[in-house]
């Protein structure tokens, strides 16, 4: 059976956040949804356009989950989603470590390869 992992702090942090929000007036938590949305549409944005999109998006989830408690949930997957993913990285063993620089090592080779063979400039001119 599968172990679940612990919560991740961020989850604590945001529960006693959203707890605090609640007294918070009126105008205030609209702005805070107005942020959320627009922090969350220009994440999205970034999934097609360049940017730092799986950065954006959760910052605009923990605006939103302030308020609505889907954004709670979804945000709180993601975190441990991610939690899940850092551990599966810090166990990687030292053979996936080596084919993985190996890897990048080729993929390097072959850029250069590529720009010495078709006389692409490596500096703008």
């Known amino acids: 059976?599968?172990?679940r992992p612990t919560e991740p702090k961020?989850?604590?942090k945001l529960k006693e956040r959203r707890e605090q929000h609640k007294d918070r007036g009126?105008?205030?938590?609209?702005?805070?949804v107005v942020a959320g949305v627009v922090i969350t549409l220009a994440g999205l944005?970034?999934?097609v356009l360049p940017g730092p999109a799986f950065v954006v998006i959760p910052v605009g989830l923990a605006f939103l989950s302030l308020e609505f408690a889907w954004a709670a949930r979804l945000l709180d997957l993601s975190?441990?989603?991610?939690q899940v993913a850092?551990?599966?990285a810090a166990e990687t063993t030292t053979r996936q470590r080596v084919v993985t620089g190996i890897a990048v090592a080729c993929a390097a080779a072959a850029c250069v390869a590529w720009a010495i063979v078709d006389?692409?400039?490596l500096l703008p001119v």
Request: aromatic content about 8%; proline content about 4%.
């Open 1 to 3: 059976m599968e172990q």
């Open 45 to 47: 944005a970034m999934l």
């Open 79 to 82: 975190l441990e989603q991610a």
């Open 10 to 12: 961020a989850i604590g």
């Open 119 to 121: 006389d692409v400039p």
């Open 86 to 88: 850092q551990q599966k």
């Open 26 to 32: 009126a105008i205030y938590r609209a702005a805070f």
